[in-house]
């Protein structure tokens, strides 16, 4: 990047800003691009850390946080005009805190832009092992892989030879999910949106059998012909017709573990559910839960995940775009189905 005045710690900084609240589905004129210039300096006195992006996460959840959100809760709404922020990998250029020093590698929020300036640095994670490419921290050892390793054992309980049906299952969290319940001995089927998708996730992650939702007219036959005895476990990434089918075809006293329902985030009107009563009558444990409450569990999700990443034993998926401007285009991919796998774009070189 280009200094600005020959001063040396002074740059452009490029930056995606949200132009207004988005409704329905999103487009990339939703976000704006814009260049400000930054000083390569942390606040006097403050224990803020100064950022260079090098990778940056795409993920549904900035879909839902650019809308207006009426009731906050777990999710608030970005102002317009503020600038779009995610999970990101980046390299510390300067430091007011004694945890993290100049040079270090860490992952965590950051904005979508070239520098961020992290004023809340207890959301950092220092990356203490590079020899698995960085952007695995946005992805299998990072928050999606936290939240399949949670989501599986914590909520699930799996048992050998167990049946698994997983929704969205190439995404960032469901392509885990599935090579977790093959190493522990179970059966397992995926659903996608083509038949490329389809094809990498029954030939390259391991599953047991996939199919194209977008090709099957009725989802409760389709489910019933890949688990004639019932489905076990259902990891449930999308919600809407595909829960209501798994509803029919979950076995007595089967667990259903839910972290996100992208069938419904683009609606005016969420869909119904019809077949609830199957939770009474086969005694179901359906159960939403979402990562940031299970941070704790990161030490010891690292040390189990990352010998199986350098072992081959779990093999990961991304899609990556380059340079900032990409991200508008990597967000609406995330809802027309035209990612492959965990969603990355690349900011600056390492």
């Given at each position: 990047?280009?200094?600005?005045?020959?001063?040396g710690?002074?740059?452009?900084?490029?930056?995606?800003?949200?132009k207004?609240?988005?409704?329905?589905?999103?487009?990339?004129s939703?976000?704006?691009?814009t260049?400000?210039?930054?000083?390569?300096?942390?606040?006097?006195?403050?224990?803020?850390i100064?950022?260079?992006?090098?990778?940056?996460?795409?993920?549904?959840?900035?879909?839902?946080?650019?809308?207006?959100i009426?009731?906050?809760?777990?999710?608030s709404?970005?102002?317009?005009?503020?600038?779009?922020?995610?999970?990101?990998?980046?390299?510390?250029?300067?430091?007011?805190?004694?945890?993290?020093q100049?040079?270090?590698?860490?992952?965590?929020t950051?904005?979508?832009?070239?520098y961020?300036?992290?004023?809340?640095?207890?959301?950092?994670?220092k990356?203490q092992?590079?020899?698995?490419?960085?952007?695995?921290?946005?992805?299998?050892?990072?928050m999606p892989?936290?939240?399949?390793?949670?989501?599986?054992?914590?909520?699930?309980?799996?048992k050998?030879?167990?049946?698994?049906?997983?929704?969205?299952?190439?995404?960032?969290?469901?392509?885990?999910?599935?090579?977790?319940?093959?190493?522990?001995?179970?059966?397992?089927?995926?659903?996608?949106?083509?038949?490329?998708?389809?094809?990498?996730?029954?030939?390259?992650?391991?599953?047991?059998?996939?199919?194209?939702?977008?090709?099957?007219?009725?989802?409760?036959?389709t489910?019933?012909?890949?688990?004639?005895?019932g489905?076990?476990?259902?990891f449930?990434?999308?919600?809407?017709?595909?829960?209501?089918?798994?509803?029919?075809?979950?076995?007595?006293?089967?667990?259903?573990?839910?972290?996100?329902m992208?069938?419904?985030?683009?609606?005016?009107?969420?869909?119904?559910?019809?077949?609830?009563?199957?939770?009474?009558y086969?005694?179901?444990r359906?159960?939403?839960?979402?990562?940031?409450?299970?941070?704790?569990?990161?030490?010891?999700?690292?040390?189990?995940?990352?010998?199986?990443?350098?072992?081959?034993?779990?093999?990961?998926v991304?899609?990556?775009s380059?340079?900032?401007?990409?991200?508008p285009?990597a967000?609406?991919?995330?809802?027309?189905?035209?990612?492959?796998?965990?969603?990355?774009?690349?900011?600056?070189?390492?």
């Open positions: 990047m280009e200094t600005d005045g020959g001063a710690n002074v740059v452009r900084n490029k930056k995606l800003m949200l207004d609240y988005i409704k329905g589905f999103p487009k990339e939703d976000l704006h691009l260049t400000e210039s930054i000083e390569l300096k942390v606040p006097q006195g403050s224990n803020a100064l950022v260079k992006v090098l990778y940056l996460s795409i993920d549904p959840y900035q879909y839902i946080r650019s809308t207006k009426e009731k906050p809760g777990y999710f709404s970005y102002s317009p005009g503020s600038v779009i922020a995610s999970y990101g990998v980046g390299r510390v250029v300067e430091s007011g805190h004694s945890d993290f100049k040079g270090d590698l860490v992952w965590g950051t904005g979508w832009e070239e961020s300036l992290i004023t809340e640095p207890e959301t950092l994670f990356i092992r590079s020899d698995v490419p960085l952007s695995y921290y946005l992805g299998v050892l990072g892989g936290l939240t399949a390793y949670v989501g599986f054992y914590e909520f699930c309980a799996p050998k030879g167990e049946t698994v049906f997983i929704s969205s299952a190439i995404g960032a969290v469901g392509q885990l999910v599935g090579q977790l319940a093959k190493l522990m001995g179970c059966y397992v089927v995926g659903s996608a949106g083509n038949p490329e998708k389809v094809d990498l996730l029954k030939n390259k992650l391991g599953f047991d059998d996939a199919f194209n939702y977008k090709e099957e007219k009725n989802l409760n036959d489910l019933k012909r890949h688990f004639p005895g489905i076990d476990i259902c449930d990434n999308v919600g809407g017709k595909m829960l209501d089918a798994v509803l029919l075809n979950m076995k007595l006293k089967g667990r259903i573990a839910h972290c996100g992208i069938s419904q985030y683009t609606l005016d009107e969420p869909e119904g559910i019809k077949n609830m009563m199957n939770i009474i086969k005694r179901l359906l159960e939403g839960f979402v990562v940031t409450d299970h941070y704790h569990l990161f030490p010891k999700f690292l040390d189990f995940m990352l010998p199986c990443v350098r072992e081959g034993k779990i093999v990961y991304e899609d990556i380059e340079a900032l401007e990409s991200c285009a967000l609406v991919g995330l809802f027309n189905s035209s990612n492959l796998g965990k969603k990355v774009v690349i900011v600056a070189a390492e």
